[in-house]
């Protein structure tokens, strides 16, 4: 595991004097701490899947378009604090940071709180932070489109009590977890395919940072971009998680499950397009990268050239009927 620390000491204080009955509106000095954690280490997983002579341009390539958004660096830092007691909104700061560390001075009455943090929301083209009034409420929301562009940051976020009962210094620790997901495309191609345009469907629409629950209540593409002749990739929120159960019944249920989706459409020399569905039916999971490899045919449907759990469906010739525009 990769670890990114991005220190950032977050000062609560106030004055009240001694003879004050009510210590609700005294403050006491407490230090904040963040540290962003990914769940792979996605140089690792591009060294052993594409460590081929062969691969190495593809490998590049990759490496340098998922620097940006996995290096863990923070642009924009969002903190709130909510009264636990009470569930509102007490006190929320914005700070532009553009580093792996920094340290601010906040200014809140001393009491207990239910801190929520969020690292590179701000800037990201895809969503925004909605219902902040609550904490139970706050969210991450994608925008309502029928298609959109791979997400251009990784967005990190945590939650933990501060309880600030005493007039001692206090120190407190949160971890902030990946949100997003990113998935590559490695494809083997075919002289007879002009051009190819791929799109992930399936990933989730939203995150409730309180309890840690995707939503999928917004069906939208994702659109996947060229990182080489050889190679589409997006970063997006995770699909859903495969259903639980033990039973060989749910086994082959969930086995059978479509969970998300690639969907490649390849022109041909003729003018002619090709649909290629690829069903996977394991997880795309926050804070990971996941590679296929596919081949590609002269009719340009695709197989997968590794024993992943998928299927797929291909429709030669393929026209979308003027019934939905997916903005190729």
Not at 10 to 36: A, E, N, R
Not at 77 to 91: E, I, S, V
Not at 157 to 167: A, H, K, Q, W, Y
């Amino acid at each position: 595991m990769k670890r990114y620390a991005l220190v950032i000491l977050t000062l609560l204080y106030t004055s009240c004097s001694l003879i004050d009955d009510d210590l609700s509106v005294c403050g006491v000095d407490c230090y904040v701490t963040y540290d962003m954690r990914m769940q792979v280490n996605i140089e690792a997983v591009i060294e052993a899947e594409l460590a081929s002579v062969d691969d190495a341009p593809i490998a590049v390539a990759l490496g340098k378009w998922l620097e940006p958004v996995f290096s863990g660096f923070a642009h924009d830092l969002n903190m709130l604090f909510y009264d636990q007691d009470k569930d509102h909104l007490q006190h929320a700061m914005q700070k532009i940071v553009d580093s792996k560390s920094a340290s601010y001075t906040v200014y809140v009455p001393r009491r207990n709180y239910y801190h929520v943090a969020m690292v590179n929301s701000a800037d990201n083209v895809n969503v925004s932070v909605e219902d902040t009034a609550y904490v139970s409420y706050v969210s991450l929301i994608q925008h309502a489109q029928d298609t959109l562009p791979s997400y251009n940051t990784t967005i990190y976020t945590g939650r933990t009590p501060i309880l600030l009962t005493d007039s001692s210094t206090q120190s407190h620790h949160v971890n902030l977890y990946m949100t997003t997901s990113a998935v590559a495309l490695i494809v083997e191609p075919d002289e007879q395919v002009q051009d190819m345009q791929v799109l992930v469907s399936g990933s989730a629409s939203g995150f409730r940072i309180q309890d840690s629950v995707y939503t999928y209540t917004r069906a939208a593409l994702i659109r996947m971009d060229k990182v080489s002749e050889q190679c589409y990739a997006a970063v997006t929120l995770p699909s859903r998680d495969a259903p639980s159960g033990s039973t060989p019944a749910r086994r082959q249920a969930q086995d059978a499950a479509k969970l998300w989706q690639l969907r490649a459409y390849s022109t041909l020399s003729d003018g002619s397009v090709t649909e290629t569905l690829i069903d996977m039916h394991s997880p795309l999971e926050a804070g990971t990268l996941q590679l296929i490899r596919v081949r590609q045919a002269e009719d340009g449907s695709l197989q997968p050239m590794q024993n992943i759990n998928a299927s797929v469906n291909v429709t030669l010739d393929w026209n979308d009927g003027g019934s939905h525009d997916i903005d190729l």
